[in-house]
């Protein structure tokens, strides 16, 4: 078991070394955009109940969203076309569950005691 965990180890490495990515900083802003994102969608709802502009907080909560890959576009050298078709994929997959998630968040606080149907 501990060959196999170091061979995956290797190879998964070597990936970064072939395509010019450091696995270990992609995953640093992968799980580091994480508290930022969850706060700019914390603030996007914050600032639509409150009837103020949600254009930063969304341009925030985007921009952390996709930082990691962000990271992978530019860094990368030589990456194979299906990963960007995978990262498009995960993209718009995440997006569109963002967006689901954040309609609920505000379709939740929006409703008074008088909008409940008893």
């Known amino acids: 078991m501990a060959e196999f965990i170091e061979l995956s180890k290797d190879?998964?490495?070597?990936?970064?070394?072939q395509y010019g990515v450091n696995p270990i900083i992609f995953g640093s802003i992968y799980v580091g955009a994480i508290p930022f994102f969850t706060l700019s969608i914390g603030w996007l709802v914050k600032n639509y109940r409150a009837e103020k502009s949600i254009v930063l907080p969304t341009i925030l909560a985007t921009?952390?969203?996709i930082s990691a890959y962000l990271y992978l576009?530019?860094?990368?050298?030589n990456v194979?076309?299906?990963v960007y078709g995978i990262v498009i994929l995960m993209v718009i997959y995440?997006?569109?569950s963002t967006i689901k998630n954040v309609r609920k968040k505000i379709h939740d606080g929006v409703n008074?005691?008088?909008?409940?149907?008893?």
Request: charged share 25%; net charge negative.
């Open 11 to 17: 190879w998964f490495l070597g990936l970064g070394e």
């Open 73 to 77: 576009i530019i860094a990368g050298k």
């Open 80 to 82: 194979p076309f299906w």
């Open 112 to 118: 008074t005691p008088d909008d409940k149907e008893e």
């Open 63 to 65: 921009f952390f969203f």
């Open 94 to 96: 995440g997006a569109y």
